[in-house]
């Protein structure tokens, strides 16, 4: 096997680990991604097809949901193989989705927003607070951002890695994910059932209940991690 076949091969070793590790050191976020890919995916299947002619600015509305939905699906898939960087940056992104989303609510003329980013103040709840730093990353607008990275296999200060490793920030990205899809989650519950006579909401409800509290237990878990810190 030569080098390069070998790094692609290490690569996979090194997800394959970090899912390990996630799943040992606290169970909770991976049951969070779990809620999270079950509700996407079960939003997808009863949604799919569906007639959106009595949605306002469906057009719009359509291709905005499955993006959101995709989107979601792969930042899952990144936050279990440790991939923080890149699944901050698909954060950031569903945030200005799903803010465009809640102001087409509002708007009586969809055309006045074409061309022009979201505002991520139509955002109901805490995840706004997120876009400063999720756009700092996005551009790589400072060293830092590098961190997200992990460090040397063999713990070497100052090196970079160039492959995925669980730490700390995983489960920082699994709680801000879920805060994301959150806002996206109390629009689909009044949104689809709208387009779809039989859509699923309890069942959905309830995967979010059962996920709301593994985002709570690691949400504790962080806390704690961080405790001595702050001594």
């Given amino acids: 096997m030569d080098q390069i076949e070998n790094f692609v091969y290490q690569r996979l070793l090194w997800h394959a680990k970090a899912a390990t590790d996630l799943q040992i050191k606290c ?36 291709g905005l949901s499955a993006s959101f939905l995709r989107t979601q699906l792969t930042i899952v898939d990144l936050a279990k193989q440790s991939e923080v960087q890149d699944g901050a940056t698909l954060v950031r992104k569903n945030l200005e989705t799903v803010a465009r989303i809640l102001e087409l609510e509002k708007a009586t003329d969809p055309t006045t927003l074409f061309q022009r980013p979201p505002n991520v ?26 961190q997200l990275l992990g460090g040397a296999e063999d713990g070497r200060v100052g090196l970079v890695s160039l492959h995925p490793k669980y730490t700390e920030h995983t489960l920082v990205l699994i709680t801000n994910a879920f805060a994301v899809f959150g806002e996206f989650y109390v629009w689909a519950d009044a949104t689809f059932p709208k387009i779809v006579s039989q859509y699923p909401k309890g069942e959905i409800d309830q995967v979010m209940a059962i996920a709301m509290q593994a985002y709570q237990d690691t949400a504790a878990h962080l806390d704690a991690l961080r405790a001595p810190q702050q001594e």
């Fill in 27 to 62: 169970e909770p976020a991976m049951d969070v991604l779990t809620g999270i890919r079950t509700a996407c995916a079960t939003m997808c299947v009863s949604t799919s097809g569906a007639n959106w002619a009595g949605v306002k600015n469906a057009e719009y509305l359509v």
């Fill in 121 to 146: 103040g139509a955002l109901r709840g805490n995840a706004k607070r997120l876009y400063g730093a999720y756009s700092e990353i996005a551009h790589s607008a400072h060293p830092r951002t590098s």
